[in-house]
């Protein structure tokens, strides 16, 4: 789940979002004139609607997505986006319903300051709440420290360090590990963009870390509402699932 920024104003904040995502297990490579990309058979699609409550430091959301799978893979992953994992002998079939939900908690310790950014706590737990074939059937939980500075009107940096612990399937052993990020974002009006650079420990045995750029851009939709367009590449050989995906901030 992503675990989205908090208000800096006290007082009570609400929202609620939307996001359409296309996650597939393709590795994909930045070249020189292109990014090339092989399968391995599975693809996901997910609509996730989510909630945000805030009351003054701290925020709640819940994520409750609905998810289709076509080929071997399952869903896992705390922070971040989620990753697709076979499990051998897994279901080849398309199969869709209820995936698993995610509960999320945000606490901010320091709001900004003339030198200093802001600084939040956060965690996140992801529910075995997924219908067979759909999820690992165990939790994922994580916690990072996240950081926004401003740098100029309507634009800031943000970054993150965090740790998730990966839920085993009784087939597959998987590797927690630590996730670090660090981004820049645009903003003018209901328009903008920006890139995240993401570092993340294999969750595969003899597999590399990945670093990808997560390049995107927010334009404005109906009543004042923003539609988020996003993708990976990986910056290495070797890259995590392939991701494109559309959010609506409402």
Known sequence: MGIPEASSKPGFDWGPSLS???????KCSLLSTSVSCTSTGSSAFAISPA??????RLRLQVTV?????????????ALGPRKIVALPGGPTKR??????????????ILREERILPRIELA????IPTAATGLGTGQ??????????????????????IGYQRIGDPNTLRLHD??????GLDINYSNWGGGALLD????????????FTVDPYVTLPFLFGSGLQVYTTIALTRLSPNHEVGVRLVL
């Not at 909630?51 to 003054?56: A, D, T």
């Not at 939790?139 to 993150?160: E, H, M």
């Not at 590990?177 to 660090?182: I, L, N, Q, S, V």
Request: proline share 6%.
């Open 51 to 56: 909630l945000m409550v805030q009351f003054n």
């Open 20 to 26: 359409f995502d296309y996650i597939t297990s393709a």
């Open 199 to 210: 570092y993340e420990k294999s969750l595969f045995p003899g597999v590399p870390n990945s």
């Open 177 to 182: 590990g630590e996730r670090a990020t660090f």
């Open 65 to 77: 997505p609905f998810v289709d799978i076509e080929g071997p893979g399952t869903l896992t992953g």
């Open 139 to 160: 939790i994922d939980y994580g916690a990072q420290v996240t950081f926004y500075r401003p740098l100029l009107t309507g634009v800031k940096t943000f970054g993150s």
């Open 123 to 126: 965690g996140v737990v992801k």
């Open 95 to 108: 199969r869709s319903g209820l995936g698993d939900i995610s509960v999320g908690a945000a606490f901010i």
